[in-house]
């Protein structure tokens, strides 16, 4: 029995991956397959081999941008977006380790700022972090000259609703 593949559908709920028969449209429009160490439709077939410690050790389930457009294209209406946030959850909860550098602070950094005000601000969530790495200096340039240019603001307005925002953040607490 493969538990692995059981866990996932449970957990997604909608269309069980299972019903992908793997015609790979999502792959051919995926934005980020090029940089994937597996592509959206071999994560498919390896849950579907009971591939829990690849899968979950992977970096393609964070270098997913959540953009969906593997779902817009899936004859099926298989949702890989919302898949591969369920491997996250699930890997981070496992204590595996990440695939790709600091990217579980990476996304810790960008909800830190999305809590304090309800959509991102650049230099807060580049404070975090840095804070969060402690490799302080190394985008340093980088990060001078886009400000120079104005593709870092300063200041970003906060959004009018924050209770709706903490009201969101309480509900997924664990
Ligand atoms: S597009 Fe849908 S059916 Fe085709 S490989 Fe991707 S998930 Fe499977
Ligand atoms: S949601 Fe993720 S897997 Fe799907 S097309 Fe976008 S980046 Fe690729």
Redesign the pocket.
């Known amino acids: 029995m493969n538990t692995f593949l059981e866990e996932v559908n449970d957990r997604m709920g909608g269309v069980p991956i299972q019903s992908c028969f793997h015609c790979r449209k999502?792959t051919a429009?995926?934005?980020?397959?090029f940089a994937m160490e597996y592509n959206?439709n071999a994560i498919i077939k390896m849950i579907q081999m009971g591939m829990r410690e690849k899968v979950l050790g992977s970096s393609t389930i964070w270098l997913?941008?959540?953009?969906?457009?593997?779902?817009t294209r899936c004859p099926n209406d298989v949702d890989?977006?919302r898949m591969?946030d369920t491997l996250r959850e699930m890997a981070i909860e496992s204590g595996v380790d990440a695939g790709e550098k600091n990217i579980v602070k990476f996304h810790e950094a960008f909800l830190s700022s999305i809590k304090m005000g309800g959509r991102i601000s650049e230099p807060m969530m580049l404070v975090h972090y840095k804070l969060k790495t402690l490799d302080l200096f190394s985008d340093m340039g980088l990060g001078m000259s886009m400000f120079m240019k104005g593709k870092i603001k300063l200041l970003s307005p906060r959004t009018k609703d924050m209770g709706s925002v903490r009201k969101i953040f309480k509900s997924t607490d664990k």
């Not at 429009?29 to 397959?33: S, V």
């Not at 997913?64 to 779902?71: G, I, K, L």
């Open positions: 999502c429009g995926c934005p980020i397959a959206p997913c941008a959540s953009c969906e457009t593997c779902v890989i977006a591969m």
